[in-house]
């Protein structure tokens, strides 16, 4: 008999097995689980899909939040609007610009002080909280410092411009300046999240493959490039979707710092749903927006997974 | 017991009675159904306690609940709780918005509620500013605007004597000249400024109230009205349906140019805001309502004085302050327009306006505000009565604010006033069309 065969075999037993009832044991502990599962399923759907629902329904309708009986049913101009005027495009470019700002810049430094924070150089717990400490803060509390940090005229940063000899920048009032602003003061706020896990992912690779390489001949440097980087694709994958997809949601630092501006250079996509919605009262068209956002955000998280897809395994 | 035992009781008895019998008297008992009205304002903001518990005494039945929310977050708050199933009985908001309340059916009309004589009392300003199609909305408490204060001893020190009424009214170059004489320090990083941030938004510049009317000074309410001065002056068409042609005009773009060099080439101006920098001696003049002067008069930190808002061609101020309505779906509708309309009337209008020191919306009670009658809380009435102007007014004035107050930041921090103010001419245009 060919091994073939021997699946299908195999196979059609399996078919026609009855299947094995349910213990009593294994029908409460079934019982329990959904006790346990129910209250957070039931908050998830309330508070999560629900509002999405109504949220792809609203995107179809023109209304505002001051008199949303007066809705009207639309059908797809809300996103024909997004084509025809520049708004969604120039804010969807920017939070585009600002997500690879950050991913770009975070992944390398987390991955850095990751490596720093796993060996045995001194002063490890004092960097561990100096980098946790930003992670931990009220966003509010970060943009506002930053805020001061960055002031033309009496910030710190132009004081210390200023005592070198170097001239004065104008920052958060640039609009050549103000997102890489918004883009530093992210770096700042979220590399040690980013450190953190990569830190986890670090003391997960099993010790005996360096070691063994290194027996081999290999470098630090070989080392680092040919087995713990590739090892790390999992944790590398998670920190870059996570950092994305905290990127595309930006609000706090465009709300407080730029409210959008100067010339819309900072005016992240999740602010812009903000204002059409609550400002300029164009509900209908900001559930449209955020429609699109979500899907965005879906396919570029799918994309991401299936190009950083782990090789390895251990 | 001793007998000064039993005289101390009785003593204590008594005085427990007659302070039951004071109370009884001050808060008559409810003898109809209990009612609890529903408010919805800012912190520090009317109506304020004294005149809602002199009201109650009258009311006896009428109760409330009052809920406040930052002045940052009362636009959204009432986006949010108006189109709610149980919405506030009365909302505090800003003025401007009473046209876009009352379009959407948030406000409730109380043109009926009004007491005779309330049409001549009003100031004309604040009627035009509450009305919508031929309703009034809101019986407005207080009115503002704003004028310029300086820091006497800066100024002084500098030479500058400036001008304390409006016939001697600065124009917007001799201004300059006064703020580049009186800084301290380099141009655009000054210790001392000559023209201070706001205390408004987050304190960069920009904001329609304060800064719209440097363009619309530039203009002339009386010309043609097709021509280029006449839509300078009013930023907006006369039926609030058209924007196009009105903010860049050549008037409008050359004010902007100059309100421009302020904070770039001329450097008297920051772009950021500076907590409290005028009443820290950080700035020479500074542009603010009659609150801070009347916060100045109660607590002198600094010697001041004010000087009217300086002007190109034609000087115009923007005149509102926050108010508050009746909701239209209120579950008591009688009672919170009742409660609105007295406590912007007589007595109960006194001492709301007399709390915060903004100016009153009825004129017979600025007799009682000996403070208004001379320099130089005067220049505010002054201004009020002969430039005050209501900002752009419409049923999408909150979007206009938006729209327009970016523009003109933007301007601020460099960008090209011409291209700048067309685009926000397309993104108003396209929502007045929506």
């Known amino acids: 008999m060919s091994t073939g065969e021997q699946t299908l075999t195999a196979s059609a037993v399996t078919k026609v097995r009855p299947r094995k009832a349910a213990t009593r044991r294994q029908k409460r502990e079934r019982l329990v689980a959904a006790g346990f599962l129910a209250p957070f399923m039931l908050l998830l759907l309330i508070f999560q899909y629900v509002p999405l629902l109504v949220m792809a329904r609203n995107s179809f309708y023109d209304y505002s939040l001051l008199n949303p009986a007066a809705e009207k049913f639309v059908g797809l101009r809300n996103f024909a609007d997004m084509i025809e005027y520049e708004d969604a495009a120039t804010s969807f470019g920017i939070t585009f610009l600002f997500a690879l700002g950050v991913v770009l810049f975070v992944i390398p430094v987390a991955f850095a002080l990751a490596l720093f924070l796993n060996s045995k150089l001194p002063a490890r717990g004092l960097v561990r909280t100096m980098i946790m400490l930003p992670v931990v803060t009220s966003s509010v509390v970060v943009a506002t410092m930053w805020s001061f940090l960055l002031d033309p005229s009496n910030g710190l940063i132009n004081g210390a411009l200023d005592a070198v000899g170097l001239a004065r920048q104008p920052f958060l009032t640039s609009t050549g300046q103000a997102l890489a602003a918004l883009v530093a003061m992210t770096l700042w706020q979220q590399v040690g999240f980013g450190a953190i896990l990569f830190l986890a992912g670090l003391q997960g690779v099993p010790a005996e493959l360096s070691e063994a390489a290194r027996i081999d001949g290999a470098t630090r440097r070989q080392v680092l490039w040919n087995i713990t980087i590739p090892l790390l694709s999992r944790t590398t994958l998670f920190v870059v979707v996570i950092m994305t997809v905290f990127s595309l949601q930006a609000f706090a630092p465009a709300f407080l710092m730029t409210q959008g501006g100067p010339q819309e250079s900072t005016n992240l996509i999740v602010y812009h749903i903000y204002n059409t919605a609550f400002i300029m009262q164009q509900a209908g068209y900001a559930s449209a927006l955020s429609v699109v956002l979500l899907l965005v955000v879906l396919a570029i998280s799918m994309i991401q997974m299936a190009l950083l897809r782990s090789r390895w395994n251990y | ?434």
Request: with cysteine; charged share 20%.
């Open chain 2, 1 to 434: 017991m001793k007998v000064y035992h039993i005289v101390f009781a009785g003593l204590l008895g008594a005085t427990a009675l007659s302070a039951t019998a004071v109370q009884a008297q001050d808060k008559p008992a409810c003898t109809g159904e209990s009612v609890t009205l529903r408010i919805l304002r800012t912190p520090g903001n009317f109506p304020y306690p004294k005149p809602m518990e002199a009201w109650q005494k009258d009311n006896p039945c009428v109760q409330f609940e009052i809920n406040e929310v930052p002045f940052a977050q009362l636009a959204d708050t009432i986006s949010v709780q108006a189109a709610s199933s149980n919405p506030p009985d009365v909302i505090v908001y800003d003025g401007p918005n009473t046209q876009s309340y009352a379009a959407s059916g948030i406000l409730l009309p109380i043109t009926k509620y009004l007491p005779k004589g309330w049409d001549d009392d009003v100031l004309p300003a604040t009627k035009a500013e509450h009305s919508y199609n031929g309703e009034v909305y809101s019986p407005g408490i207080e009115q503002t605007t704003v004028a310029m204060y300086y820091n006497k001893k800066l100024v002084e020190a500098a030479g500058i004597k400036p001008p304390q009424t409006l016939a001697e009214a600065w124009t917007w170059p001799q201004a300059l000249e006064a703020f580049k004489k009186c800084q301290q320090g380099p141009a655009g990083a000054a210790t001392v400024w000559g023209l201070g941030p706001t205390r408004f938004g987050n304190g960069q510049p920009g904001l329609v109230y304060q800064d719209l009317p440097y363009q619309r000074s530039a203009g002339d309410p009386k010309a043609d009205p097709s021509s280029s001065a006449f839509k300078t002056y009013w930023a907006l068409s006369p039926d609030s349906k058209s924007v196009e042609g009105y903010l860049d005009t050549p008037e409008a773009v050359e004010a902007l140019k100059f309100y421009q060099s302020l904070f770039n080439s001329e450097g008297v101006a920051p772009k950021a805001g500076i907590p409290n920098a005028f009443f820290d001696g950080k700035a020479c003049f500074y542009i603010d309502t009659p609150a801070a002067g009347n916060a100045l008069i109660k607590d002198p930190k600094i010697e001041w004085g004010t000087t009217p808002i300086p002007y190109f061609k034609t000087p115009v101020v923007h005149t509102g302050s926050t108010t508050f309505g009746a909701t239209a779906r209120s579950k008591h509708p009688e009672i919170a327009a009742k409660f609105v309309v007295d406590m912007s009337w007589g007595e109960y209008a006194y001492m709301n306006v007399s709390q915060r020191g903004n100016l009153p919306t009825l004129k017979s009670l600025f007799p009682r505000f000996a403070v208004y009658n001379q320099y130089p809380m005067k220049v505010f009435v002054d201004q009020l009565q002969s430039w005050g102007q209501p900002r752009p007014p419409g049923p999408k004035f909150a979007q206009y604010d938006k729209i327009v107050s970016e523009a003109l930041r933007g301007v601020a921090f460099g960008g090209d006033p011409a291209s700048l103010m067309a685009d926000a001419e397309k993104k108003v245009q396209r929502v007045l069309d929506r």
